[in-house]
T-cell receptor
Framework: EAEVAQSPRYKITEKSQAVAFWCDPI?????LYWYRQILGQGPELLVQ????????DSQLPKDRFSAERLKGVDSTLKIQPAELGDSAMYLC??????????????FGEGSRLTVL | QKEVEQNSGPLSVPEGAIASLNCTYS??????FFWYRQYSGKSPELIMF????GDKEDGRFTAQLNKASQYVSLLIRDSQPSDSATYLC????????????FGAGTRLAVHP
């Protein structure tokens, strides 16, 4: 069964360091999402790609976060410098169609970031 | 006001009972609504979606939508301990490219 691949699963870093997360969506899925989920909260959309283009990054802290999907396939989310408040699960998801046609987002297992 | 609001719980129900989970949303233009289940330490997975006012049933799950009241609910009949999880309400918010916005989730605990 096709899955969304993410790495690393766990990352511990010190504040002010740079971190990067990678995501490979399900083959053929044009839409890719990065969500951040702080413990006890729901997923918060950081950035949404349609193919290689960013279509929404309104909640992305652009002073420290960046995201790219250069060839419209896999994607990287970077944080530099990391802050204590960035500790969270970073979830990548993909979908074949834009919502609301199905609304089904397929999530990866996530990358848990701890900033010390 | 948050775009999607849920009671964080925990909602505790005995095995075999009906669990009722509620969600309200602020975007009156929203047309599509989803329920995701998230087990502790795992990623969300889609349970149901609903587009039209009324009820939609799928096995032990029933989604209910009232657009006039901007209210969505999920009923779980014959609750099982394996249903213990966080249930996330998600709403498609329009404007440019549509995006899926999640509520904070309601934690459900089904006890034997």
């Amino acid at each position: 069964e096709a899955e969304v691949a993410q790495s690393p699963r766990y990352k511990i870093t010190e504040k002010s360091q740079a971190v990067a997360f990678w995501c490979d969506p399900i083959s053929g899925h044009a839409t890719l999402y990065w969500y951040r989920q702080i413990l006890g909260q729901g997923p918060e959309l950081l950035v949404q790609f349609q193919d290689e283009s960013v279509v929404d990054d309104s909640q992305l802290p652009k002073d420290r976060f960046s995201a790219e999907r250069l060839k419209g396939v896999d994607s990287t989310l970077k944080i530099q410098p990391a802050e204590l408040g960035d500790s969270a699960m970073y979830l990548c998801a993909s979908s074949f169609l834009l919502p609301p046609n199905t609304g089904e987002l397929f999530f990866g297992e996530g990358s848990r970031l701890t900033v010390l | 006001q948050k775009e999607v609001e849920q009671n964080s719980g925990p909602l505790s129900v005995p095995e075999g009972a009906i669990a009722s989970l509620n969600c309200t949303y602020s975007d009156r233009g929203s047309q599509s609504f989803f329920w995701y289940r998230q087990y502790s330490g795992k990623s969300p997975e889609l349970i149901m979606f609903i587009y039209s006012n009324g009820d939609k049933e799928d096995g032990r799950f029933t989604a209910q939508l009232n657009k006039a009241s901007q209210y969505v609910s999920l009923l779980i009949r014959d609750s099982q301990p394996s249903d213990s999880a966080t249930y996330l309400c998600a709403v498609v918010v329009s404007g440019g490219y549509n995006k899926l916005i999640f509520g904070a989730g309601t934690r459900l605990a089904v006890h034997p």
